[in-house]
C-alpha cells in the first residue's frame, strides 16, 4: 500500500483542482494537488514538498479532512486529504496540463480519479461551506 498525501486548498469558495498529464497512469482525469510520501517524511512534509513541486507554491498545512484508502488496478493507495492555504506564491502548472479553481457545485462537470469520488461526496454533502484551521 502506498501513502499518498492531498492538499484541499481553498480560496474563496473555491477549491484547486488539478488535471494529471495524459502520459500517466489516470491521465487526463481530475485530482488534488498532492502525491507519495517519502522515506524519513512526515505526511505534512511530503504534503508541503509536492506542492511545491508541483504548483511552485508554499503551503499551510491544516487539518485533515478525510482519509480514503482506493484500489487501483495497479496500485492501492490509501490518501490522507489535508485542508490547506497557499502561504507563498501562486499556482503554476509545473506538472499538470491544467489545474482550475472550481466550486463544489461544479464537481460534477469534472471527470476525477476513482479514489476521489468519495472526497467529493463528502464536500458536496457539506454544500461547499468549509471550516479552516
Known amino acids: ?3 499518498v ?4 486548498i481553498w480560496q474563496d469558495q473555491r477549491f484547486l483542482a488539478c488535471q494529471r498529464p495524459a502520459h500517466k497512469a489516470r491521465g487526463l482525469l481530475w485530482e488534488f494537488v498532492g502525491g507519495k510520501v517519502e522515506a ?6 511530503a504534503l508541503i514538498r509536492e506542492c511545491r513541486e508541483e ?5 499551510e498545512v491544516g487539518r485533515v479532512f ?12 490509501h490518501l490522507t486529504l489535508f485542508h490547506a492555504t497557499v502561504a507563498e506564491g501562486e499556482p503554476q502548472k509545473l506538472e499538470h496540463r491544467d489545474i482550475r479553481w472550481i ?7 469534472y471527470a476525477f480519479c476513482p479514489a476521489d469520488e ?3 461526496e463528502r464536500l458536496k454533502q457539506r454544500g461547499g461551506h468549509h471550516v479552516s484551521g
Open 5 to 8: 498525501v492531498a492538499a484541499l
Open 55 to 59: 504548483l511552485a507554491v508554499t503551503v
Open 1 to 3: 500500500m502506498i501513502e
Open 40 to 45: 524519513g517524511e512526515t505526511k505534512e512534509e
Open 66 to 77: 478525510m482519509e480514503v484508502t482506493h484500489t487501483y488496478p495497479d496500485v492501492t493507495v
Open 118 to 120: 468519495e472526497i467529493l
Open 103 to 109: 466550486t463544489v457545485e461544479e464537481v460534477d462537470e
